[in-house]
């Protein structure tokens, strides 16, 4: 009877059937290569880095047209006056009423010289005056044509280092972006796998759930017939009513993950989101040394080391500069005439030069110039020194992180292997609990182990992906492909 009973209960228990109340709603599957490329498009953190790496390059573009020719033209339309003035005269000092109207534009073309920081323009201009009192006088005065420039003579020249710096700064922020996308890339892995955990999660309660509903139902059947105490009925019975706790729990911890996702994602749907577990990408053992090289190469932090050195520099040469003599070089020479007729404002212009030197010499600053110089020198130093720290920093976290990587493809091999040999070994158990080999405390033990090893493969896969993208953020290198990360940055909005 016991032998007939078993052989029944197998094929209850094997046949899995269940409530359809785990029947699931029609979803959209996504893998983790289609997720990640959806957070490159319209998460709010590659939003951020596209606006970031937009206003750098319009700073670089600003920088640009500060070295072009610029033309501008000033005008007053008009500009009115009266007022009581003092005169002088031979005869005295004399006050005296007066109501004017005056009218300019003067049109100028002007260019910075970055080699020397001065600047060279051409203007030409027209001004009326209407002096209204018994009877309006007008009066004109024009300068057709001045050619002038204006030149520091030893003083700091913030062109001859923006020069250095600028694009320096814009290619920075170049490869900057191509380290936010990668860190995009890691928020979605961290996110695709925080889902999928609950999703495994959510099955294998699911899974218990049966196994344990079946299980009762088998025991009751067992306990009736006396072949198994009231005690293992109640272990069996508060097994199934954990699995219910559990499978509500991992529900709800999915919907929250759910969520999680498609907020970071901007999904607007409202179909439920399954998820398809990846398997690890095929890539080379890392060499730390090529790693290391194309990071000093790629990375925005390698060229942020030499573009402070450099302005740490700029500020040692800005101080001296400032503590010493300068000179300001003036010069215009240009033509004018003055006139009450309009018809004869441009007619036998007459020469005007003008030639202006001042200088600058510090006397007695009570050492406020030797302080500032002092200052940045010490300033580049301590520069120098942050440099040379975050560089051998910089090398040390490419060197590990090469080496966790390389051992973590160790570990998800093991990490696989054992969720099969957990799953076969849950399997086994089972079978000879059902033909009553072995107890219920054995049974629980296999299904905690299998459950385990199913969730360590998940985070071990999980692990290996997260390196895999960090290890790209890190060098800008694409080591499956054996080439070195590039964009088309064209492809950004207002972005030439």
Same mark, same amino acid.
């Given at each position: 009877?016991?032998?007939?009973?078993? !052989?029944? #209960?197998?094929?209850?228990?094997?046949?899995?059937?269940?409530?359809?109340?785990?029947?699931?709603?029609?979803?959209?599957?996504?893998?983790?290569?289609?997720?990640?490329?959806?957070?490159?498009?319209?998460?709010?953190?590659?939003? &951020?880095?596209?606006?970031?790496?937009?206003?750098?390059?319009? @700073?670089?573009?600003?920088?640009?047209?500060?070295?072009?020719?610029?033309?501008?033209?000033?005008?007053?339309?008009?500009?009115?006056?009266?007022?009581?003035?003092?005169?002088?005269?031979?005869?005295?000092?004399?006050?005296?009423?007066?109501?004017?109207?005056?009218?300019?534009?003067?049109?100028?073309?002007?260019?910075?010289?970055?080699?020397?920081?001065?600047?060279?323009?051409?203007?030409?201009?027209?001004?009326?005056?209407?002096?209204?009192?018994?009877?309006?006088?007008?009066?004109?005065?024009?300068?057709?044509?001045?050619?002038?420039?204006?030149?520091?003579?030893?003083?700091?020249?913030?062109?001859?280092?923006?020069?250095?710096?600028?694009?320096?700064?814009?290619?920075? /922020?170049?490869?900057?972006?191509?380290?936010?996308?990668?860190? !995009?890339?890691?928020?979605?892995?961290?996110?695709?796998?925080?889902?999928?955990?609950?999703?495994?999660?959510?099955?294998?309660?699911?899974?218990?759930?049966?196994?344990?509903?079946?299980?009762?139902?088998? #025991?009751?059947?067992?306990?009736?017939?006396?072949?198994?105490?009231?005690?293992?009925?109640? @272990?069996?019975?508060?097994?199934? =009513?954990?699995?219910?706790?559990?499978?509500?729990?991992?529900?709800?911890?999915?919907?929250?993950?759910?969520?999680?996702?498609?907020?970071?994602?901007?999904?607007?749907?409202?179909?439920?989101?399954?998820?398809? &577990?990846?398997? #690890?990408?095929?890539?080379?053992?890392?060499?730390?040394?090529?790693?290391?090289?194309?990071?000093? @190469?790629?990375?925005?932090?390698?060229?942020?080391?030499?573009?402070?050195?450099?302005?740490?520099?700029?500020?040692?040469?800005?101080?001296?500069?400032?503590?010493?003599?300068?000179?300001?070089?003036?010069?215009?020479?240009? =033509?004018?005439?003055?006139?009450?007729?309009?018809?004869?404002?441009?007619?036998?212009?007459?020469?005007?030069?003008?030639?202006? !030197?001042?200088? @600058?010499?510090?006397?007695?600053?009570?050492?406020?110039?030797?302080?500032?110089?002092?200052?940045?020198?010490?300033?580049?130093?301590?520069?120098?020194?942050?440099?040379?720290?975050?560089?051998?920093?910089?090398?040390?976290?490419?060197?590990?992180?090469?080496?966790?990587?390389?051992?973590?493809?160790?570990?998800?091999?093991?990490?696989?292997?054992?969720?099969?040999? /957990? *799953?076969?070994?849950? *399997?086994?158990?089972?079978?000879?609990?059902?033909?009553?080999?072995?107890?219920?405390?054995?049974?629980?033990?296999?299904?905690?182990?299998?459950?385990?090893?199913?969730?360590?493969?998940?985070?071990?896969?999980?692990?290996?992906?997260?390196?895999?993208?960090?290890?790209?953020?890190?060098?800008?290198?694409?080591?499956?492909?054996?080439?070195?990360?590039?964009?088309?940055?064209?492809?950004?909005?207002?972005?030439?």
């Amino acid at each position: 009877m016991n032998r007939i009973y078993s !052989v029944i #209960a197998l094929i209850v228990f094997l046949s899995g059937t269940i409530p359809d109340v785990f029947a699931q709603e029609k979803s959209r599957v996504f893998t983790l290569p289609e997720v990640i490329e959806i957070a490159k498009r319209q998460s709010p953190d590659a939003l &951020a880095a596209m606006h970031r790496f937009r206003s750098s390059y319009w @700073q670089y573009r600003n920088y640009k047209a500060g070295l072009m020719p610029m033309l501008t033209l000033d005008a007053t339309l008009p500009s009115l006056s009266k007022s009581i003035d003092k005169i002088s005269t031979t005869e005295g000092d004399f006050f005296i009423e007066r109501n004017l109207a005056s009218y300019s534009s003067t049109m100028s073309l002007s260019k910075n010289i970055g080699l020397t920081g001065g600047q060279v323009f051409l203007n030409s201009g027209l001004q009326r005056l209407d002096l209204f009192g018994d009877s309006t006088v007008t009066s004109y005065l024009s300068s057709p044509l001045n050619i002038g420039i204006r030149q520091p003579i030893f003083s700091y020249n913030a062109y001859k280092w923006l020069r250095k710096t600028e694009p320096m700064r814009y290619n920075e /922020a170049e490869r900057r972006y191509l380290e936010d996308v990668e860190k !995009v890339a890691i928020t979605a892995a961290d996110y695709f796998f925080s889902l999928l955990d609950a999703q495994i999660r959510l099955k294998i309660q699911q899974t218990n759930l049966a196994n344990n509903d079946t299980l009762y139902q088998i #025991a009751k059947g067992r306990y009736n017939i006396g072949t198994i105490a009231e005690n293992e009925l109640l @272990q069996i019975e508060l097994s199934l =009513l954990n699995s219910r706790s559990a499978h509500e729990r991992a529900n709800l911890d999915v919907e929250m993950k759910t969520f999680d996702l498609r907020s970071y994602l901007r999904l607007t749907d409202n179909e439920s989101i399954e998820l398809y &577990a990846p398997v #690890a990408p095929e890539t080379p053992v890392l060499e730390s040394q090529l790693a290391i090289s194309e990071a000093r @190469q790629n990375r925005s932090d390698a060229l942020a080391f030499d573009r402070r050195l450099i302005e740490a520099e700029s500020s040692v040469n800005k101080a001296r500069a400032e503590s010493r003599f300068n000179a300001n070089l003036f010069a215009v020479y240009g =033509l004018t005439q003055t006139t009450n007729d309009l018809k004869q404002v441009y007619q036998n212009p007459q020469e005007q030069q003008r030639l202006e !030197v001042g200088i @600058q010499i510090p006397i007695l600053d009570w050492g406020l110039g030797k302080g500032k110089i002092k200052l940045a020198e010490s300033d580049r130093e301590l520069q120098k020194t942050a440099v040379q720290q975050e560089m051998i920093d910089f090398d040390q976290e490419v060197f590990l992180k090469v080496m966790q990587f390389n051992m973590q493809r160790n570990q998800l091999i093991i990490a696989a292997k054992s969720d099969t040999v /957990a *799953e076969k070994r849950y *399997e086994v158990t089972k079978q000879r609990y059902l033909i009553g080999k072995v107890g219920i405390t054995d049974l629980n033990i296999a299904q905690a182990e299998k459950d385990n090893a199913r969730q360590d493969y998940i985070a071990a896969l999980h692990t290996y992906w997260r390196s895999f993208y960090e290890i790209r953020k890190l060098t800008l290198y694409d080591f499956i492909a054996g080439k070195r990360m590039t964009f088309d940055f064209s492809s950004i909005p207002d972005v030439e």
